[in-house]
């Protein structure tokens, strides 16, 4: 993963709870400008996220890497 993703993450977080800090004592109201901005990085990352997930894929765990599907033809009275 980029560390780019990580890092709008990590910023956008305490962004947007100070603005919940500011809007619970009323700095500010909830659908005001600065509580849109700070909900911005948050926003951006969890987009991000998802695209790269979907269009790079999940990597597969390497323990389960080198296993392969097998197709069910045994006999129901064979013994495992």
């Not at 005001?32 to 990352?45: D, E, K, R």
């Given at each position: 993963?980029?560390?780019?993703?990580?890092l709008?993450g990590?910023?956008?977080?305490p962004?947007?709870?100070?603005?919940?800090?500011?809007?619970l004592f009323?700095?500010?109201g909830?659908?005001s400008?600065?509580?849109?901005i700070?909900?911005l990085?948050v926003?951006?990352?969890e987009?991000s996220?998802g695209?790269y997930?979907?269009?790079k894929?999940?990597?597969p765990?390497?323990?389960?890497?080198?296993?392969?599907a097998?197709?069910?033809?045994?006999?129901?009275?064979?013994?495992?």
């Amino acid at each position: 993963m980029p560390r780019i993703i990580p890092l709008v993450g990590l910023i956008g977080a305490p962004l947007l709870f100070a603005s919940d800090i500011a809007v619970l004592f009323g700095l500010w109201g909830q659908m005001s400008l600065p509580a849109g901005i700070a909900t911005l990085p948050v926003a951006l990352w969890e987009f991000s996220l998802g695209v790269y997930l979907v269009v790079k894929g999940f990597k597969p765990s390497p323990i389960t890497a080198g296993m392969t599907a097998t197709t069910g033809s045994a006999s129901p009275d064979a013994v495992a």
